[in-house]
Nanobody, 121 residues
Framework: QVQLAESGGGLVQTGETLRLSCAAS????????MGWFRQAPGKEREFLAR???????TNYAETVKGRFTISRDNASTVYLEMNGLKPEDTAVYYC???????????????WGQGTQVTVSS
């Protein structure tokens, strides 16, 4: 069973930066497309960014384009650097893996347990 573990969340002030990490327990995910999502209380899960297996192809939601950057290394770790954080970015952040090139959360097979990001004003 492949497992994903997010880390790097926390409490920050408006305008600050956080870098989230997602480590996979299995090198198999190096061949998968990986994505980052978030879910705020009372809201639906929201797509943020995705990256292809080789780290070349990326895609972002309009709400975070220009502020967030997704990347991955040669191991099984995916990152999400978040700049210029705003209070509306407060949510639980999840990484996920899929064999498809998609932003639909329902198409992702593997999920982490999430990491809380709180941005104070």
């Amino acid at each position: 069973q492949v497992q994903l573990a997010e880390s790097g969340g926390g409490l920050v002030q408006t305008g600050e930066t956080l870098r989230l990490s997602c480590a996979a327990s299995d090198r198999t995910l190096r061949n998968y497309n990986m994505g980052w999502f978030r879910q705020a209380p009372g809201k639906e899960r929201e797509f943020l960014a995705r990256i292809g297996p080789k780290g070349i192809s990326t895609n972002y939601a309009e709400t975070v384009k220009g502020r967030f950057t997704i990347s991955r290394d040669n191991a099984s770790t995916v990152y999400l650097e978040m700049n210029g954080l705003k209070p509306e970015d407060t949510a639980v952040y999840y990484c996920a893996g899929t064999g498809s090139w998609t932003s639909r959360w329902s198409a992702y097979t593997y999920w982490g347990q999430g990491t809380q990001v709180t941005v104070s004003s």
